[in-house]
């Protein structure tokens, strides 16, 4: 059994910045590539970043630049800081691991007001 626990979503004004997390635990096993989705209300799930066991990230051009991901392999937990958040990136945010299998997180929502 592998449990995601997501933290760090919340209220911010355009412009500012948040930081969440996503700690794995259980059998996870060797995790490979970690990440981070998002859902607006009425659109799809869309892929935010992502990152390799390697160290090695990809992102969605709407937040190159302004979003940075990061992992932990020590402590099963990979970060989304975000800043210069503008009303476009309010969705709910959710943590995907791939290890044997995919697992993702319950989602925290966050709100940019503008």
């Known amino acids: 059994q592998v449990h995601l626990v997501e933290s760090g979503g919340g209220l911010v004004q355009a412009g500012g910045s948040l930081r969440l997390s996503c700690a794995a635990s259980?059998?996870?096993?060797?995790?490979?590539?970690m990440g981070w989705y998002r859902q607006a209300p009425g659109k799809q799930r869309e892929l935010v970043a992502v990152?390799?066991?390697?160290?090695?990230?990809n992102y969605a051009d709407s937040v190159r630049g302004r979003f940075t991901i990061s992992r932990d392999n020590a402590k099963n937990t990979v970060y989304l800081q975000m800043n210069s958040l503008k009303p476009e990136d309010t969705a709910v945010y959710y943590c995907r691991i791939t290890t044997a299998y995919i697992y993702w997180g319950q989602g925290t929502p966050v709100t940019v007001s503008s």
């Open positions: 990152i390799s066991s390697g160290g090695i990230s």
């Open positions: 259980g059998s996870t096993g060797i995790i490979n590539v």
